[in-house]
């Protein structure tokens, strides 16, 4: 039987985000995802899904200016320290939130970057989050972040590079571009179904 997540950023948009935990558990759901929660308090988050006896099963790492069409930091060169604190950032509210799922936008390749140095600054960044996921998973007990974060690409980066060069435990999962280069689908999360506790809701 699939259990499904409804995604708040998506869906019940009609109200203020706080207020689509409600109306999430009012529609059936136990468990619901985000984006980004970092425009809210993380207690404010929690006090909401304790509320309405829900679960959020993800959430993104920081993937920069959404709305400038930034998609991710990770294959960035010159945005490594954002990209660490992003890390950081999202581990806190992952602990708080109970969260057990990141999600990395690796981000669109810059015009100026080689493939190669975007690869290699791809699992950089990866090797630097592995073991801090897997820290954090060891210090929050029963509520624990999974040591690893989906991965998105759009830079054509292959899957087996990935597999091979990330530390084991990370799971990466790659969600390739379109023919074009243009992202296949905007939102990664609501494409990684098997990686995720529930299936996302709102894609």
């Known amino acids: 039987m699939p259990r499904f997540a409804a995604n708040l950023s998506m869906l ?15 529609a059936g759901f136990a468990a619901v995802e985000c984006q980004f929660p970092y425009d809210f308090p993380p207690a404010a988050i929690r006090a909401a899904l304790d509320r309405c006896g829900l679960v959020m099963v993800l959430h993104n790492l920081p993937a920069g200016d959404w709305a400038a069409g930034e998609r991710g930091l990770a294959c960035h060169p010159d945005r490594g320290e954002e990209f660490r604190a992003g890390v950081e950032h999202a581990i806190a509210y992952a602990t708080t939130l109970g969260v057990k799922k990141l999600n990395c936008l690796a981000g669109i390749k810059p015009p100026d970057v080689s493939a190669a140095h975007a690869r290699a ?83």
């Open 12 to 26: 019940f948009t009609e109200v203020p985000f706080i207020e689509r935990f409600a109306r999430a558990a009012h």
């Open 121 to 203: 600054t791809l699992l950089d960044n990866l090797q630097y989050a592995a073991p801090r996921l897997a820290a954090a998973s060891s210090i929050s007990g029963s509520r624990s972040i999974r040591t690893g974060c989906t991965v998105r690409t759009t830079n054509g980066i292959p899957i087996k590079t990935i597999a091979t060069k990330i530390p084991i435990g990370v799971n990466a999962t790659l969600m390739p571009s379109s023919a074009s280069g243009a992202p296949s689908h905007p939102f990664c999360a609501n494409n990684c179904v098997s990686a995720t506790p529930a299936t996302a809701v709102g894609s």
